[in-house]
């Protein structure tokens, strides 16, 4: 099983601020099979991205997926506030498929 | 309009059983892989299970593996979660979720609102 984990577990950011959230992988994520969500509360899971750095539909372009292998990196150019949520890698490359913990980033 | 409507969460006894459902609208089902997701109250998201489009390839979580079983009927554009031997961990918000593509290895682009299952005496 492939763990992936999402430190810090909370980002204290202020509006117009860059946010830069990592996922790391216990191994190799083949393909780069990586995807990043958005969830507020009370709100079911976004796609975000997926193969790590592709945009899904409708996402605006200061987010910004990369990295490879065992690390991810979800990078948010100017914080809107709107984008004040939590945010989960998932790999999705083979079974199990695995989500991180989470990283929540909040207002400062 | 793309939707996923879940149904059938509920208060059960511990070790009862369960069956949830999802229905699908809007787009052509049998071309898409699909997953349940659940998520604990105030906890992270964990993958349940998933299946391909033609019910081929099958996944399970091993926290729930020979007690939950995914299917599909695509004639009813509809997924399933049949849920035995319930646990109070198996408290949580159930979601049903759609792949980008007809297997179950893809990220997941469309997600239902949810149907709370409750394991508790």
């Known amino acids: 099983e492939i763990v992936l984990t999402q430190s810090p577990g909370t980002l204290s950011l202020s509006p117009g601020e860059r946010a830069t959230l990592p996922c790391r992988a216990s191994?190799?994520?083949?393909?780069?099979?990586l995807a990043w969500y958005q969830q507020k509360p009370g709100q079911a899971p976004r796609l975000l991205i997926y193969?790590?750095?592709r945009r899904a539909t409708g996402i605006p372009d200061r987010f910004s997926g990369s990295g490879s292998g065992t690390d991810f990196t979800l990078t948010i150019s100017r914080l809107e506030p709107e984008d004040f949520a939590v945010y989960y890698c998932?790999?999705?490359?083979?079974?199990?498929?695995?989500f991180g913990g989470g990283t929540k980033v909040e207002i400062k | 309009e793309v939707q996923l409507v879940e149904s059938g969460g509920a208060l059960v006894q511990p070790g009862r059983s369960l069956r949830l459902s999802c229905a699908a609208s809007?787009?052509?089902?049998?071309?898409?892989?699909m997953h349940w997701v659940r998520q604990a109250p105030g906890k992270g998201l964990e993958w349940v299970s998933g299946?391909?489009?033609?019910?081929?390839?099958?996944g399970y979580a091993d926290s729930v593996k020979g007690r939950f079983t995914i299917s599909r009927d695509n004639a009813k554009n509809s997924l399933y979660l049949q849920m035995i031997s319930l646990r109070a961990e198996d408290t949580a918000l159930y979601y049903c979720?759609?792949?980008?593509?007809?297997?179950?290895?893809?990220?997941?682009?469309?997600w239902g609102q949810g149907t709370m299952v409750t394991v508790s005496s």
């Open positions: 191994q190799s994520v083949s393909s780069s099979y």
């Open positions: 979720a759609k792949t980008y593509s007809a297997t179950l290895y893809d990220a997941f682009d469309v």
């Open positions: 998932q790999h999705y490359g083979s079974s199990p498929l695995t």
């Open positions: 193969g790590a750095s």
């Open positions: 809007g787009f052509t089902f049998d071309d898409y892989g």
């Open positions: 299946l391909s489009w033609n019910s081929g390839s099958i």
